[in-house]
Structures are given as C-alpha cells and as structure tokens.
C-alpha cells in the first residue's frame, strides 16, 4: 500500500494540474472575445467570470487585466501561476514516484509561467501565452499516460485530474444553467466559446453537425459517455480508479467508492428530456456537493485513516 502522504501528493498533483489548464483556457477564450465587439462577445466574458467565482461584473469590461490576474496573480490560490508552484512542490516531494519526462515537463511550464519575462511575454501576447501554457499541460498529460506505469500512483494522480474537472465543468455549466441563475446563453458566439472554454467545440460539431443550441450544449457536457470532458466520463473513470484503489488498499467497499458509484449512477440513468423539463440547476449543484463529499471520503479513505487501520490483525 503507498504511503498517505505520497498518495495525497500524486493526487494534489492532477488537481492542480487540471485546475491550470481550465483557468488558462477560460483565460484564453474569454481574450480571443473581446475581439469581437457583440453582445455575444460580453455574454462569454461574464461566462468565464461566473464559471471562476467573480461577482464582479465589471470585470467583464476589463478582459485583460482579469485575464492577466488569473494567470499570473500570486495573492490569488486560484491563479495558473499558483496552481502551477503548488503542483510542481508535491512532484519535488515525490520525485521517486513520476518518471524524469513528467517532472521536466512540469518543471518547464512551471519555469515559463514563474519566470522574470512571464509578464512581459504575456502583455506582448497574452493569447498566444496562455495556450503555450495550455499546450505544455497536455504534454505533461501524455508524458504521465506514456511513461508512468499505470499502478498505484498513477491512478492517484488521474484521480485527481478527473475529479477535479468534473467539479469544475459543474460550476462552468451551473454558472450558465443552473438555477437562480441571472446569466442566460443565448447568443450563437456565447454557445461557441462555452463549448471551447470545455474544450468540446470539435467533438460536439462531430455529434451534433452545425446545430449550436443551449439543450444539445448541456447535453454533450454532461451526459456523453465518449467525450472525456463531459461529466458523466469523468464520474465513470472515478469509478474505475477508486475501485481499483480501494481493491488495492485492501479498504472494500469504501465510501469514496460508494459516493462515486451513486454519483455515476445518477448521471448514467438520468433522463435528459426531464432534467431539461426540471431544469439543469438541482443536477449540477448534486454533482458540485457530490465531488466534494467524494474528496472528503477519499482523504477519510487513503490519507487521514486511522493508524490501527493500516496495520496488521
């Protein structure tokens, strides 16, 4: 069984990962809007904003200095920048454990974001910035899936990528759906950059041709079970990983495995014609406290468990 403190490493590690990689790109196409001077154009900025926390709705009307905050800020826990230092010292603490091309990888993004011309590239280009940040995320992302052996500590790490961006893809959708909510999409160029913020445009038009509309949209992000960014692939590999995990360290039926088998459960059976009728906000908000319930049981689980538990009868 890995130690607790590895476990939780590996696992911080694919959070803060995944959460870098969501802020840059919701970072990169909230910029790339405001090109386009529409009501559509805006409706995407308060999109971004909303999927990340900000109240303020000025902010909306100052892309730059927001985009540039939410990369390079280091008094904000959610910044690319922060997310990036945070990951990169739980792989230095467990070194051992990733293979050399993970710990380069991540060591170059993290040296490009934290460096002394971090900010001056991103004034000179902030676009063409965050989607080499983007890019060099998914490299680290295929250099963990092809050089890491896929045991123990892999499955933490990728644990921890896919609940983060089932927790995130959530709060991305509720902010646009989900109930109470004053922001309605509407305008075809918002439809598109939500579905980019998912990094979905391309698979959705595959699925659905040309017809952009609001019910195919929350469709495809929460329910297809081939796109890995829709929740319900996200829900499903949680699934598979904490019943591999729990098999391993020898814990049964564990809450953790519990919590994500109902929450996939709940996704795979639910019915789109009446989530649309209900309304998508009660499901999206269940997911957001679900994922959370599930962290809180995996740290239970695999981290802050009882010492007599891991020993010997």
Not at 122 to 132: S, V
Not at 220 to 237: G, W
Not at 297 to 312: K, M
């Amino acid at each position: 069984m890995m130690l607790a403190r590895v476990a939780d490493s590996l696992y911080w590690i694919g959070r803060y990962i995944e959460r870098a990689e969501h802020v840059s790109r919701l970072s990169a196409v909230m910029l790339n809007a405001t090109l386009d001077r529409t009501a559509g154009a805006a409706q995407t900025g308060r999109i971004a904003l909303a999927a990340l926390g900000e109240t303020d709705a000025a902010r909306a009307d100052q892309t730059f200095d927001a985009a540039r905050d939410l990369a390079l800020d280091r008094d904000d826990p959610g910044a690319v920048v922060v997310s990036l230092a945070r990951a990169r010292e739980n792989a230095r603490q467990v070194r051992d454990q990733i293979t050399t091309e993970t710990w380069e990888r991540l060591n170059l993004v993290y040296l490009r974001i934290t460096g002394r011309a971090a900010e001056a590239a991103f004034d000179d280009d902030p676009a063409e910035f965050l989607q080499d940040v983007i890019a060099d995320l998914h490299l680290f992302k295929g250099a963990v899936d092809a050089t890491m052996s896929h045991g123990e500590g892999w499955r933490f790490l990728m644990l921890g990528v896919y609940l983060e961006r089932a927790q995130l893809m959530a709060r991305l959708l509720e902010g646009c759906f989900g109930e109470g909510r004053t922001l309605s999409v509407s305008e075809p160029l918002a439809l598109m950059g939500l579905l980019r913020m998912g990094c979905a445009l391309e698979p959705y038009l595959r699925v659905y041709t040309a017809d952009i509309n609001p019910r195919f949209l929350l469709e495809f992000l929460l329910f297809d079970e081939d796109f890995p960014r829709s929740i319900r692939f996200c829900t499903a590999r949680m699934q598979e990983l904490l019943t591999q995990l729990s098999r391993e360290a020898g814990a049964g039926r564990s809450d953790a495995l519990r919590l994500a088998g109902r929450l996939d459960a709940r996704l795979k059976y639910a019915d789109v014609e009446e989530v649309e009728a209900t309304g998508a906000g009660g499901l999206l908000s269940a997911v957001a406290a679900e994922c959370a319930a599930i962290h809180e049981a995996i740290y239970e689980t695999f981290v802050a468990y009882p010492l007599e538990l891991s020993l010997p009868a």
